[in-house]
């Protein structure tokens, strides 16, 4: 049995998530993970919107609590994979220092995924390609409620090292063309400046990682990975604003995570 997980552990890595496929068979794997993500989003400023002077771009800068689970549908060297995650809740303060306004958020990440790809070089490497989506979310104790939702497509792919009988280490690469739309309610008190947000965006994407996957027990494998994710939305449009919107958002990721895989 050993032998054949290893066999299993080159196959699939994408967002953190490694599953391990075997060659001229057929079955599911599921899996749960657990991650720890350094989450930023950051929309730029806006100009002249306090009257005449800029308001400061709004960071929610937090690091995340991550529980995901997933599984793997494979035959021979294709396979299809759907993931998902929830986050617990962080808090972030923003500041806006001329008119002494302070927002205290918390909020929380989901992300979403469906992802199909094939195998080759003796199950040393594989390319993919799928849909995903994630939803940023906060409120702010002043009333202010901010949604950064994105969705898109993503391609990539991925080469693993077997390490004689220890695990497989991985790498990871991708790239996402993916759309991004933003949903601003300000707080009561900053009505007068007309500062809510209903924008669309786009955004073309990298994310990069490395893992090293291993087992524990004849059925039961693990990986630990540890992952980057960079997105630049801009072009952003709201035909609905009064106050013009920021020129650009930008959401970075750094993920470190651990899965462990059921083998039947």
Same mark, same amino acid.
């Given at each position: 049995?050993? $032998?054949?997980?290893?066999?299993?552990?080159p196959?699939?890595?994408?967002?953190? @998530? !490694? !599953?391990?496929?075997?060659?001229?068979?057929?079955? /599911? *794997?599921?899996?749960?993970?657990?991650?720890?993500?350094?989450?930023?989003?950051?929309?730029?400023?806006?100009?002249? #919107?306090?009257?005449?002077?800029?308001?400061?771009?709004? +960071?929610?800068?937090?690091?995340?609590?991550?529980?995901?689970?997933?599984?793997?549908?494979?035959?021979? &060297?294709?396979?299809?994979?759907?993931?998902? =995650?929830?986050?617990?809740? =962080?808090?972030? @303060?923003?500041h806006e220092?001329?008119?002494?306004?302070?927002?205290?958020?918390?909020?929380?990440? &989901?992300?979403?995924?469906?992802?199909?790809?094939?195998?080759?070089?003796?199950?040393?490497?594989? *390319?993919? %390609?799928?849909?995903?989506i994630?939803?940023?979310?906060?409120?702010?104790? =002043?009333?202010?409620?901010?949604?950064? $939702?994105? +969705?898109?497509? /993503?391609?990539?792919?991925n080469?693993?090292?077997?390490?004689?009988?220890?695990g497989v280490?991985t /790498?990871?690469?991708?790239?996402?063309?993916?759309?991004?739309?933003?949903?601003? +309610? #300000?707080?009561?008190?900053?009505?007068?400046? =007309?500062?809510?947000? +209903?924008?669309?965006?786009?955004? @073309?994407?990298?994310?990069?990682?490395?893992?090293?996957?291993?087992v524990? !027990?004849?059925?039961?494998?693990?990986?630990?990975?540890?992952?980057?994710?960079?997105?630049?939305?801009?072009?952003?449009?709201?035909?609905? %604003? *009064?106050?013009?919107?920021?020129? &650009?958002?930008?959401?970075? /990721?750094? !993920?470190a995570?651990?899965?462990?895989?059921?083998?039947?």
């Amino acid at each position: 049995m050993l $032998k054949k997980i290893f066999t299993l552990l080159p196959g699939m890595l994408f967002c953190s @998530t !490694t !599953t391990l496929l075997q060659a001229a068979e057929s079955g /599911f *794997i599921p899996r749960v993970s657990y991650a720890v993500s350094d989450y930023s989003f950051e929309q730029s400023e806006r100009p002249d #919107a306090l009257n005449g002077s800029d308001f400061p771009g709004v +960071d929610f800068d937090v690091t995340f609590n991550m529980l995901g689970v997933g599984g793997t549908f494979y035959y021979d &060297k294709y396979y299809v994979d759907l993931y998902l =995650q929830h986050s617990d809740k =962080q808090s972030d @303060t923003f500041h806006e220092y001329e008119s002494g306004f302070e927002e205290k958020f918390k909020g929380d990440r &989901k992300d979403y995924a469906l992802t199909t790809g094939m195998k080759f070089l003796d199950n040393k490497a594989a *390319i993919y %390609a799928g849909y995903k989506i994630g939803v940023s979310e906060a409120d702010g104790k =002043q009333g202010t409620y901010l949604k950064f $939702k994105e +969705d898109g497509f /993503f391609v990539g792919g991925n080469y693993g090292i077997p390490i004689k009988s220890y695990g497989v280490l991985t /790498f990871n690469i991708a790239l996402a063309y993916l759309n991004g739309k933003l949903k601003e +309610d #300000a707080a009561p008190s900053l009505d007068e400046f =007309q500062l809510d947000i +209903d924008a669309d965006s786009n955004a @073309t994407g990298l994310s990069y990682g490395v893992s090293w996957s291993g087992v524990i !027990t004849d059925n039961l494998g693990y990986n630990l990975s540890l992952d980057a994710n960079s997105y630049e939305f801009k072009d952003v449009k709201d035909n609905s %604003a *009064i106050t013009p919107p920021p020129d &650009k958002f930008e959401e970075d /990721f750094v !993920t470190a995570k651990i899965s462990l895989s059921y083998y039947f």
